[in-house]
């Protein structure tokens, strides 16, 4: 599975600590920045992501930022993206089974990498459910 990064400044390091969690499980990963702590916008780097997920360049995608809010809200912006903001292993767990989410956004004000790669484990584990569920998001997806 291929994997889209994106992170800014407030979310580089988390996102650094995410990458090597990855590519440490066997993942492929495609890290479209930030490269340093140097202060940047966070939309330059969600909607890389989002595009390469969108265009099927990668399989899901992994964003970055202080507070998740903003970088969730830039993904959202594309019609083929169904992102996700989780700071606990549930809330990205039924991100996956109930919204078949292909983004994840997280927020690393409140997520240590200890909790990032649990997160990131249940999340790209996860299975979605279909059944009801897909009825649900066919109503919101192209």
């Given amino acids: 599975m291929k994997i889209a990064l994106g992170a800014d400044h407030k979310g580089y390091a988390l996102k650094e600590d995410i990458k090597a969690f990855l590519t440490k499980q066997g ?26 997920v969108a265009n099927h360049e990668s399989d899901r995608g992994i964003t970055v930022c202080w507070t998740g809010n903003g970088m969730n809200m830039v993904v959202n912006k594309l019609p083929e993206i169904r992102g996700a903001y989780a700071l606990t292993e549930e809330m990205a767990q ?7 989410a292909n983004v994840l956004t997280l927020g690393s004000k409140w997520v240590t ?30």
């Fill in 94 to 100: 039924l991100s996956r089974q109930h919204n078949d």
């Fill in 27 to 52: 993942y492929e990963v495609i890290d479209f920045g930030t490269d340093s702590e140097e202060s940047t916008d966070y939309p330059d780097y969600g909607m890389r992501v989002a595009h390469s």
């Fill in 113 to 142: 990498p200890e909790l990032a790669e649990k997160i990131v484990k249940v999340w790209l584990e996860t299975k979605f459910e279909g059944g009801r569920h897909a009825n649900r998001v066919k109503k919101f997806s192209i």
